[in-house]
């Protein structure tokens, strides 16, 4: 097993910046394939941006593509999602997965951390 713990959330104004960080502990974290999705209030769940093992695939919503970059460091056992010009719709709960495919659905991933809050404000 994994388990993922979320951090770097926050207020932000629009136009502003975040990065989330999420760390793993258990098993080895370069075996699996890291995602990031997002609950905005009162929705369901949207898939964000994908890695796979090594770092060198990614994939993003179209939604936060050029303004979202998602990196790993698989020494330090940590995924990332660097979000510029954030906007008022990217308000959300964000939560990391890990999981053994390379999916952009939640039902890919078998590991997921809490979540932490980003709260976008005009």
């Known amino acids: 097993q994994v388990q993922l713990v979320e951090s770097g959330g926050g207020l932000v104004q629009t136009g502003g910046s975040l990065r989330l960080s999420c760390a793993a502990s258990?098993?080895?974290?370069?075996?699996?394939?890291m995602g990031w999705f997002r609950q905005p209030p009162g929705k369901e769940r949207d898939f964000v941006a994908t890695?796979?093992?090594?770092?060198?695939?990614?994939t993003y919503a179209d939604s936060v593509k050029g303004r979202f970059t998602i990196a790993r460091d698989n020494a330090k056992k940590t995924v990332y999602l660097q979000m510029n010009s954030l906007e008022l719709e990217d308000t959300a709960v964000y939560y990391c997965?890990?999981?053994?495919?390379?999916?952009?659905?939640?039902?890919?991933?078998?590991?997921w951390g809490q979540g932490t809050q980003v709260t976008v404000s005009s």
């Open positions: 997965a890990a999981g053994q495919g390379a999916g952009l659905t939640g039902s890919d991933y078998d590991y």
């Open positions: 258990g098993r080895t974290f370069s075996v699996y394939v």
């Open positions: 890695i796979s093992r090594s770092g060198s695939s990614t």
